[in-house]
Structures are given as structure tokens and as C-alpha cells.
């Protein structure tokens, strides 16, 4: 894998990885296409077969799915992983909050809430793997989606739309007898920093940082049970039969108010999903 990283600046490496235009890449998808000819089910960065006759070796070789998001190989994780640095990207991001979470806690007692949070990350992780986004963090009640459009391709932002409805429906906020979990979601997209942050030879983490994070992050503490929370920026690439009520919200540490688009599942058409 050394031809990924040398002589590369790693500014560059990042920028061609992340829109999956690294000229190692893009050879590496041949390679990949040739040794397991039968799969169907392939990481979606560098293209390897993850089930096919092919499989089980190139598994050995350390072509595993990655833990974080099983489209993705470990190998292409281990790339990412090694070069410290990033890129100023534009991608999408979805974040999902439980509501009333600290009532539920104390309601619950905590080997019960951890149970309703196990079960909630566990759809949640289910529903960002099947948009192709990569699952940022689980963190306390919370759980954070990025879509990179050399992972999902040029319509990242509406799959980042998708997912959002996906999980309202999960978690049945389209029941008419209520939902198992009340979440809201915050849905954005804009050019953020995506790399590869840690110390030398010590622990790392695959992040995005910036502003749209902080915004999205603001969005989705506006959105009340039931509600996704869309930016302008992402609403204008969303499904023409989607209908939202669009509204002025006051976030905090922005100084002006922001226009967002808010739509709900409750008659939600399902095609809107495809």
C-alpha cells in the first residue's frame, strides 16, 4: 500500500482519497475488480470483494470489513489511519439525538437505558451503513453520520436526507401509536476538514471538524421528537416529492436567524426514500 503515500503531499493524498480520485486508487479498483470477479457485496472505496470464491483470502489478507462501516475495508481504513493530516472537503452530515433523554435515565434506571441506547445505536448504525456514510461517533444519547462523496458519490447530501427519514421511521415515528424512541435530526453539508487526528504512534481518530459540524450539531438541538432539521444548503438537492415546512430558527452562537426546512415521516410518501 506504500504507493498511496510516497512522495505525496499529504494535503493532496487526502483530497484525492476523500473524492476517491487518488491515482493509486483508481488502479487499485482494477486489481480489486480482478481478484474477486464473483462479488457483489465490495468495499466501496478500493472496490474489494467481500463475499465471492475470492473471499475468504483476501479476508486472511486483511480485507475485512471495517468495523465503523462495513462497506469499507480495514485495508483502506489502514491507509487513512497512517497519514496524520486531512483535507477541507465538502460533505454531508447527519446528526440524531434522543429527546428527553435524562428523563428517560431516571425513568428507566441505567442497566434499562443502557438497553434502549444499545438497541438505538445498533438501527442507527444499520441505517447510516445502508446510506454509505461513515458513522463519526456514538457519543452519550447521540449519534453522527458523515457522507463523503468519494464513499457515496455525487448526490451525498441526499443520502444524508434519506438516512434522516429512514430513522424517524426506525424508530417508529411514523406509528400511530407513538414511537419506541422520540429522536430529532439535524441534516447539513458544507466544506469541512475530514482527516486523520491523534498523536504519533498513539490512538487517532477519523474526524470531521468546522463550522457546518457546529451547525448541523445547533440544527439537530432545534429539531423537536419526530422532527429532521434541514439546512437551506442540503434542502435544495431534496427529493422533488418531499414536502417540508420551512422555518426561521434562532441557533445558538449565530448571530442571525437561519432559514431550515423541517419535515417528518407522519405521511411522509416512502418513495421519498429511493
Known sequence: MSDFTDGQDRNLFWQQMLSGEHPALRRGRKVMRALSPTANDRCRLCCVGFDGFTA??????????????????????????????????????????????TQLAARLGPAAFAALMQRFF??????????????????????IGIYLPGFCGSDYRRHAIKAALALLRATGHDDPAGPWLSIGVGVHAGRTFVGSIGVEDGNYQFAALGDPMNFCARLVAAAKGGEAVISAAVWEGAPAN???????????????????????????????LR
Not at 441505517?127 to 456514538?138: E, Q, R
Request: charged share 25%.
Open 122 to 143: 445498533q438501527i442507527a448504525t444499520d441505517v447510516l451503513n445502508k446510506s454509505d456514510a461513515v458513522v463519526d461517533k456514538m457519543v452519550g444519547d447521540e449519534v
Open 56 to 101: 475468504p483470502a483476501l479476508r486472511l489478507a486483511g480485507f475485512r470489513p471495517w468495523r465503523r462501516n462495513p462497506h469499507f475495508c480495514e485495508q483502506c481504513e489502514a491507509v487513512l489511519a497512517k497519514e496524520r493530516g486531512g483535507a477541507e472537503i465538502d460533505i454531508g452530515m447527519l446528526y440524531a439525538d434522543v429527546r428527553g433523554s
Open 242 to 272: 418531499m414536502s417540508a415546512e420551512q422555518r426561521s430558527l434562532t441557533l445558538k452562537g449565530y448571530d442571525a436567524p437561519v432559514d431550515a426546512y423541517v419535515a417528518t415521516v407522519s405521511g411522509q410518501p416512502n418513495r421519498a
